[in-house]
C-alpha cells in the first residue's frame, strides 16, 4: 500500500469509527456521514487540479459528461469537449467526469485499496466519478445500481437520502423523472415507483472533508446553493445470481456442445423451432449436473480473476528511436519517460489487436511476470488502455 494510504482507505474516509465499525455496521446497506478535515486525506486532497478546473480539464484526457438542466439527471446528458465543457459550466451546466482514475494515479490508488477493504472482486466495476456542480444545480430524486463513497472536496452541496422500501436491492438505476423502466427492472418491479422521496430521507450538508457513503439502492438526490466538486468512489456489487452465472457460464464454455450457435429457436420453419426447442430441454436437463459439479472456490475464482485490457480506440504506443511514444487518440503525441528495460515490452502491446491480461502476458516476458500488472494498471491510468469489457 502507498505510504499515503495508511492507516486505510476506510479508516481516512470515517475517521470517527474503526473500519470493522463501518464494515459490521453500515456496509453494505445502511448510509453513513461523516465530517472532518480535508487534510485527513493526505495528498489527495492536495491535487491541484481538484482546485482548478482548467488543471482538471487539461488533466482529464476524455469527453465530459454534460447534465442537460431539463432532467436534472445523468440520463438527460450529452458527451462534449473539455473547452466546450468548461463554457457550459460557466453558463450554469453541471460537468460528470467518469473513469478519472485513468488520468490520477493516486486516485487509482484509492479506488483499489478501497475495494480491497470492502471485499469486493476485481469484477465488480470499480470507478471514480467527479461532479463538478455549479449553484442551482443537483440531481433529481433517484436511486442507483451501485455503491457510492462521496468525498466533497469544494464548496457545500445538501444530500437527501432514503432507505428504497419499493426495489429491495435493485440491479439498474432509476431517477423518479423517467417516464419508464428499463428491461431490466421490468422484470421484478411490481407496482407503481413514488415520485417524491420518502418522508424518512435525512437531510445532510457535505462541506469539504465530508465523506457519505450511499448504499446500492437508497433513494437520494442533492442540491448545491455554491459551486461545488465531488469525488465518488463508485463499486458494482455483484448479487448471488452474478457469482453463480459467472462461475456456470465459464464452466459451460469448456464443453464445445455448449458453445455450438443456439439457432431455430424463433424460426418461421416450425419443424426447425421443435428441434430447437428439444435441444434447449436437453440442455436444460444436463444443466443441474453442471451446477451440483460447480464449486464455490470455481465461482470466486471466476468473479476475480484479473482484468483484460485494450488499447484505447485511435490511441497509439510504439518505440522509435529508443523512445517510447504515445497517443490517446488525440492527435497529440507525447513521449513516456520509460527505462530501456520496458521498451520491448511496451512495443509489443502496442502491436496488438486484441485484448491481453498480465497472466497472458507473462509467458511473452517472464522476467517481467511481477512487474506487469502493476505496469497495465500505470498505462491505464495515462488513458492509454482501457478495461476490455469481456475481461471484467
Known amino acids: 500500500m502507498n505510504d499515503d494510504l495508511e492507516p486505510g482507505c476506510l479508516a481516512r474516509l470515517f475517521s470517527d469509527q474503526s473500519p470493522d465499525a463501518f464494515l459490521d455496521g453500515h456496509w453494505p446497506d445502511r448510509h453513513l456521514v461523516c465530517h472532518g478535515p480535508l487534510e485527513r486525506l493526505g495528498a489527495l486532497a492536495e491535487l491541484e487540479a481538484f482546485s482548478n478546473l482548467d488543471v482538471l480539464l487539461r488533466t482529464y484526457r476524455d469527453k465530459v459528461r454534460i447534465a442537460l438542466p431539463d432532467k436534472r ?3 438527460s446528458s450529452l458527451q462534449v469537449d473539455a473547452m466546450t465543457a468548461a463554457a457550459l459550466h460557466r453558463n450554469g451546466m453541471a460537468l460528470i467526469l467518469n473513469g478519472v482514475e485513468r488520468f490520477f494515479p493516486l486516485v ?21 466519478i467527479i461532479y463538478v456542480t455549479p449553484a442551482g444545480a443537483g440531481n433529481s430524486p433517484h436511486f442507483d445500481a451501485n455503491a457510492n ?20 436491492h435493485p440491479t439498474d438505476r432509476w431517477a423518479m423523472n423517467e417516464t419508464g423502466l428499463s ?12 415520485t417524491e422521496l420518502p ?14 457513503f450511499v448504499p446500492r439502492g437508497a433513494w437520494h438526490s442533492t442540491e448545491a446553493d455554491e459551486d461545488t466538486l465531488a469525488l465518488n468512489f463508485t463499486f458494482g456489487q455483484p448479487t448471488w445470481a452474478d457469482l453463480v452465472l459467472v462461475g456456470l457460464r465459464r464452466r459451460l464454455l469448456k464443453d464445445g456442445d455448449w458453445r455450438e450457435l443456439a439457432t431455430g429457436l424463433t424460426s418461421r420453419d416450425a419443424a426447425r423451432a421443435e428441434a430447437c426447442k428439444a435441444t434447449l430441454i436437453e440442455k436444460l436437463a444436463s444443466l443441474q449436473r453442471e451446477v451440483e459439479q460447480l464449486s464455490p472456490s470455481e465461482i470466486t475464482e471466476a468473479f476475480d480473476e484479473a482484468p483484460w485490457y485494450q488499447l484505447v480506440a485511435e490511441g497509439f504506443l510504439r518505440v522509435e528511436d529508443g523512445k517510447v511514444l504515445a497517443s490517446v487518440g488525440d492527435d497529440e503525441t507525447f513521449e513516456i519517460d520509460a527505462d530501456e528495460s520496458l521498451h520491448e515490452v511496451l512495443g509489443w502491446l502496442g502491436e496488438q489487436g486484441t485484448p491481453f491480461s498480465a497472466a497472458a502476458m507473462a509467458p511473452h516476458f517472464p522476467e517481467l511476470a511481477s512487474g506487469l500488472p502493476g505496469l497495465l494498471e500505470t498505462l491505464e491510468s495515462k488513458g492509454l488502455l482501457e478495461r476490455h469489457r469481456a475481461g471484467r
Not at 463513497?149 to 429491495?168: D, E, S, Y
Not at 428491461?183 to 411490481?190: F, H, K, M, N
Not at 418522508?199 to 457519505?212: K, W
Open 73 to 75: 439527471d445523468e440520463h
Open 108 to 128: 487509482d490508488q484509492w479506488l483499489h485499496e478501497l475495494r480491497k477493504e470492502l471485499g469486493l472482486p476485481l469484477k465488480c466495476d470499480p470507478r471514480s
Open 149 to 168: 463513497f462521496i468525498v466533497q472536496l469544494r464548496g457545500t452541496k445538501r444530500w437527501r437520502v432514503a432507505p428504497n422500501r419499493h426495489v429491495p
Open 183 to 194: 428491461e431490466e427492472l421490468q422484470g421484478y418491479v411490481d407496482g407503481p415507483l413514488p
Open 199 to 212: 418522508d424518512d430521507a435525512e437531510v445532510f450538508d457535505l462541506e469539504p472533508g465530508s465523506v457519505l
